[in-house]
């Protein structure tokens, strides 16, 4: 049997297959007028009375606290992720909570505490350190959106800090692409040896705990931390029980 699939051959079947498609959904509905487009029902969301506009830091928490309950004991709601939110949300945003965490795959927010579109505005880098870039950005989810909590989140076996402790461990220096990584995260290092226990673990948390102090030392947070408008906490993110502890 011959396989060779020829380029010309290929785009015929491609042009006849998008005909064919044009063909059955370009039919007018009934009465004349515009086309209409069938919509096959796809993931169940579940639909709920509109969240209302959180300012409060301690309710944020909450909100995070009971959305992390949830998504540990597979209750999960899948809030704010209806057709109907989506389009609210494309005329302006206001999320309740501001989250730094790591690149990780296996942590993404909006999942781990069960939030929706427009619920929390996150900056995700690996190790979860802090730049000029991130600094902006949760200045600007703070005091442009209006969000009165902001989480840095570090998580277990955090493979940037490793790299990092690895690198200083065996006086080597870093790794091109792991430069601005180890340099940010070392020194948590020095903080994490002075407390007992796993020295990887420590360090993860010291590194979210200078984060934060880097977050709180810039003037838009400090002014409204003063005024209790906003509250700036870490947590630490468990990969194997899914539970995320907010300090």
Not at 40 to 68: K, M, Y
Not at 109 to 118: R, S
Request: hydrophobic share 40%; with cysteine; charged share 20%.
């Amino acid at each position: 049997m011959d396989l060779t699939f020829s380029r010309r051959r290929w785009l015929g079947l491609v042009g006849l297959g998008a005909a064919t498609a044009l063909a059955g959904c370009g039919k007018p509905a009934s009465g004349g007028g515009s086309d209409t487009v069938t919509v096959p029902p796809g993931e169940v969301f579940v639909t709920e009375s509109p969240r209302p506009v959180i300012t409060n830091p301690d309710v944020a928490l909450q909100q995070l606290r009971d959305g992390n309950r949830r998504f540990v004991d597979a209750q999960m709601r899948n809030p704010n992720r209806d057709p109907a939110s989506r389009l609210s949300l494309s005329k302006s945003q206001k999320p309740f909570a501001v989250v730094l965490s790591c690149s990780d795959s296996r942590l993404p927010p909006e999942v781990i505490f069960d939030q929706g579109l427009g619920d929390l505005f996150v900056a995700r880098v690996a190790g979860n350190i802090v730049d000029a870039a991130l600094l902006d950005s949760i200045e600007y989810g703070v005091a442009h959106l209006g969000a009165p909590l902001v989480v840095v989140m570090g998580h277990q076996s955090c493979g940037a800090v490793s790299a990092t402790l690895k690198t200083v461990q065996d006086h080597k220096a870093p790794e091109e692409d792991m430069n601005a990584l180890v340099s940010a995260i070392t020194p948590a290092i020095a903080v994490a040896e002075k407390r007992q226990g796993d020295l990887l673990d420590n360090t993860v948390r010291a590194n979210a705990e200078l984060s934060k102090d880097a977050i709180v030392a810039t003037s838009v947070i400090r002014d409204r931390l003063n005024s209790g408008a906003v509250k700036v906490v870490t947590a630490y993110y468990s990969l194997d029980t899914g539970v995320a502890t907010i300090a």
